[in-house]
């Protein structure tokens, strides 16, 4: 469900709405214009309910008068720490308590530091707003969606805020759609129904969209693509993704993993490993999602999205322990493990992008267990080829309000890739998976500058927290939207 979102210059106490969401600071201190709007005895009512404005607190309550909408206190905590982060966290958590109200109105813009950038404060806010109340409610039986429709952005606007708040609807719309690609389950998101759900999204989207079937990817000599989905019945698909603006005059790659679903093929994950693996193509529905937003953004610089898809099965015809593949760019590998299955599509895919004279390569994929080990779930690893490039992916992410954070590629651990029968072998030694993962990628970029997200970690969250929801989280779609946007050849 789309929230829509206004500004408004009146007061509080006169918005036409059915809530009023208000920050208060630490200590119990109301923000700029929440007075005339709160019930008599507010400090009473927020003692005895516990509620000391710290960030992500809320506390509903009735309006100040019989006929007036409800309000929400909203805690923020130092207004000097209302930065675009903190907004982006309250403003979810004011979306998730304010679920039954259809118009909320808010003067949550108006606490931000003076010397804050507005606009940016006004994205975040809707960004926080639409994502904290996302749902994904396909298969329910019953299912209850949030009733807001309606953000009302109270006090002082301006085109430029207004067209802040347009974008943060679009970017959180575009995570939305990979959520729900992510949420989907593995069943009905076959590597062909990805391609159509791909499609659909894209159609209209001024992007010229190639779907490749695996007549077409046996053509193309994309040996880890065949090799992976070899032993499902569904069969594998690559989309390519082309964004062209006029004028454009530098090309930007970015690559998703589309595994639909991972059982670990042969090398079999334990039934545990297996319940989340519905969730291995989010890098694909980050970069299929980004793709549908750019000509909207109105981003100037080209983009190509490439995103393979497979599903990695055990049966008769799945690759094997010990065999070889040749990917597109000729390089052979043995694979000695077929649950290290991520690396080997993206290999065809960064090979393409090389051949497409691709000005650099961001890649994004659910690949390491051992990245999560050292970072979490909620931080991604961030490796690259060329230090400007990791970071100016790096300020993108942090621009965006998405955690990344930066890996080696020790060139002397390259060497636990060596094969005895060809030219790499698919995983390394016991400890350092992440980075033997990420050196087996650089294997296919050559010279061209190149980054790679292991979102392995913040792909999928246990639980609510700020603007994330349990389940699929979209991570990496506001990074390659502001990476995208901001695109400078390195």
């Known amino acids: 469900m789309a929230i829509t979102f206004r500004t408004a210059a009146v007061a509080p106490g006169r918005a036409d709405v059915d809530l009023l969401a208000v920050p208060v600071f630490a200590e119990r201190r109301l923000g700029p214009g929440v007075e005339a709007v709160v019930p008599p005895g507010v400090e009473v009512l927020m003692d005895r309910a516990g509620f000391a404005g710290k960030p992500d607190e809320t506390l509903l309550l009735p309006g100040a008068e019989a006929d007036a909408p409800a309000v929400l206190l909203i805690g923020v905590g130092d207004p000097a720490g209302l930065d675009t982060a903190r907004v982006r966290r309250v403003s979810a958590a004011a979306a998730r308590r304010a679920a039954r109200a259809a118009r909320v109105g808010t003067t949550l813009l108006e606490a931000v530091p003076a010397a804050a950038d507005r606009p940016a404060a006004a994205q975040a806010l809707a960004e926080g707003f639409a994502l904290g109340a996302y749902r994904y409610l396909a298969h329910k039986s019953r299912p209850e969606p949030p009733a807001i429709s309606e953000v009302v952005v109270l006090g002082r ?23 729900d690609m992510v949420n989907t389950p593995a069943g009905e998101k076959s590597p062909a129904a990805f391609a159509r759900a791909a499609q659909a999204r894209l159609r209209g989207r001024g992007v010229r969209v190639e779907v490749m079937d695996p007549a077409a990817i046996r053509a193309a000599r994309l040996g880890g693509v065949l090799g992976v989905g070899q032993g499902s019945r569904q069969s594998p698909r690559f989309v390519k993704v082309t964004y062209a603006p006029a004028g454009a005059r530098h090309s930007l790659a970015l690559v998703g993993k589309g595994v639909v679903f991972d059982s670990g093929g042969l090398s079999l994950k334990t039934a545990s490993g297996m319940e989340t693996m519905k969730t291995d193509m989010s890098g694909a ?12 953004l109105g981003v100037r610089q080209r983009v190509v999205g490439y995103v393979p898809l497979v599903e990695n099965m055990p049966s008769g015809s799945a690759m094997r322990p ?20 991520g690396r080997l599509i993206l290999a065809d895919a960064l090979s393409l992008a090389v051949e497409d004279g691709a000005d650099a390569i961001v890649d994004l994929a659910t690949l390491t267990g051992a990245c999560m080990v050292a970072l979490g779930e909620q931080i991604a690893g961030l490796m690259g080829s060329h230090d400007r490039w990791r970071d100016q992916v790096r300020a993108a992410a942090e621009r965006a309000g998405e955690r990344v954070w930066p890996l080696p590629l020790p060139p002397e651990y390259r060497r636990q890739l060596d094969s005895e029968v060809a030219d790499l072998k698919n995983i390394g030694g016991s400890y350092g998976g992440a980075l033997t993962a990420g050196l087996f990628l650089r294997e296919f970029v050559g010279d061209v500058p190149w980054a790679h997200l292991d979102i392995a970690g913040p792909a999928r969250a246990s639980g609510d927290d700020g603007e994330t929801v349990k389940g699929g989280t979209g991570f990496g779609v506001r990074t390659l939207i502001e990476l995208a946007a901001r695109f400078r050849r390195p």
Not at 157 to 179: C, M, Q, T
Not at 326 to 341: C, F, H, K, Q
């Open 285 to 296: 529905a980050a970069v299929v999602a980004v793709m549908s937003v750019l000509a909207e």
């Open 322 to 341: 010990g065999d070889v593949l040749r990917i597109r760019n000729g390089t052979t590998v043995e694979v000695l493990n077929t649950d290290a299955e």
């Open 157 to 179: 606007g301006g085109s430029r805020v207004h067209a802040a708040l347009e974008r943060g609807a679009i970017v959180a719309d575009a995570v939305a759609w990979a959520r």
